[in-house]
Antibody, heavy 118, light 106 residues
Framework: QVQMQESGPGLVKPSETLALTCTVS????????WSWVRQPPNKGLEWIGY???????DSNPSLKSRVTISVDTSKNQFSLRLNSMTASDTAVYYC????????????WGQGTLVTVSS | SYELTQPPSVSVSPGQTARFTCSGDKLGDKYTCWYQQKPGQSPVLVIFQDNKRPSGIPERFSGSNSGNTATLTITGTQAMDEADYYC?????????FGGGTKLTVL
C-alpha cells in the first residue's frame, strides 16, 4: 500500500520561499508522476503541478512562475518550492501520486498546513 | 482559463439518491473524476473516467458525463457519505477542480 507523508515548515513569512518534501513508501516512484495540490482553509482544491518519472514538470499557469518541483528517487522523495509567498498561499498542501495513464490522483498524503504570516 | 462549476450544497435523507452536478464548457468531451473529502481528511477518488469506480468504492457511487455536465450519483445514501465532493477534469495539461459540493445527510 502506497503511503505518502508531507514535511516542512508550518509557518512561512511573507515574501519567503516555501519548501515542502513528500516521502513515498510502499511502492516504486519510477512508474508514476508526483503531484502537489493545495486547499486554502474552508475552500476548494487547487492543483499546483507535477513532476513526471522522467523529470519533466508541469504546473498550474496561475502559479507557474513561482513553482519548482523536483524529485529524488534515491530517497523516495519529491519536493515543492513556492517562492514569494503571500497570505493567499496559506493552505493545506497535499502531495499526491498522479497516475498518468488514467490521469487520476490515486494516493494522497495527509496534508500539511502552511500559514503565511510575519 | 477553464472552469468547473458545482452547486455549494446538496441535502438528502438516508436511503435517498444524491446527485451532484459539475458544469463546464464541453465537459462531455473530457474525462471527469470525482473526489470525496471528509472533514479533516485527504480527498479520496470515488469515480474516474466519468463512470469507473476504483477498487473499494461501493457500487452505490456512479457517474455520467455528457454535453456540458458531469453527474455523480449516490444511490441509497448513507450517513457515512456525508462529505465534500469535488469534480476534476483536465484542460489540456492543467488539472482543474470544481469548487466542491457539501453533502448533508439529514
Amino acid at each position: 500500500q502506497v503511503q505518502m507523508q508531507e514535511s516542512g515548515p508550518g509557518l512561512v513569512k511573507p515574501s519567503e520561499t516555501l519548501a515542502l518534501t513528500c516521502t513515498v513508501s510502499g511502492g516504486s516512484m519510477s512508474f508514476y508522476h508526483w503531484s502537489w495540490v493545495r486547499q486554502p482553509p474552508n475552500k476548494g482544491l487547487e492543483w499546483i503541478g507535477y513532476i513526471s518519472n522522467s523529470g519533466s514538470t508541469d504546473s498550474n499557469p496561475s502559479l507557474k512562475s513561482r513553482v519548482t518541483i523536483s524529485v529524488d528517487t534515491s530517497k523516495n522523495q519529491f519536493s515543492l518550492r513556492l517562492n514569494s509567498m503571500t497570505a493567499s498561499d496559506t493552505a493545506v498542501y497535499y502531495c499526491a501520486r498522479f497516475n498518468s495513464a488514467l490521469r487520476i490522483f490515486d494516493y494522497w498524503g495527509q496534508g500539511t498546513l502552511v500559514t503565511v504570516s510575519s | 482559463s477553464y472552469e468547473l462549476t458545482q452547486p455549494p450544497s446538496v441535502s438528502v435523507s438516508p436511503g435517498q439518491t444524491a446527485r451532484f452536478t459539475c458544469s463546464g464548457d464541453k465537459l462531455g468531451d473530457k474525462y471527469t473524476c470525482w473526489y470525496q473529502q471528509k472533514p479533516g481528511q485527504s480527498p479520496v477518488l470515488v469515480i474516474f473516467q466519468d463512470n469507473k469506480r476504483p477498487s473499494g468504492i461501493p457500487e452505490r457511487f456512479s457517474g455520467s458525463n455528457s454535453g456540458n455536465t458531469a453527474t455523480l450519483t449516490i444511490t441509497g445514501t448513507q450517513a457515512m457519505d456525508e462529505a465534500d465532493y469535488y469534480c476534476q477534469a483536465w484542460d489540456r495539461t492543467t488539472a482543474v477542480f470544481g469548487g466542491g459540493t457539501k453533502l448533508t445527510v439529514l
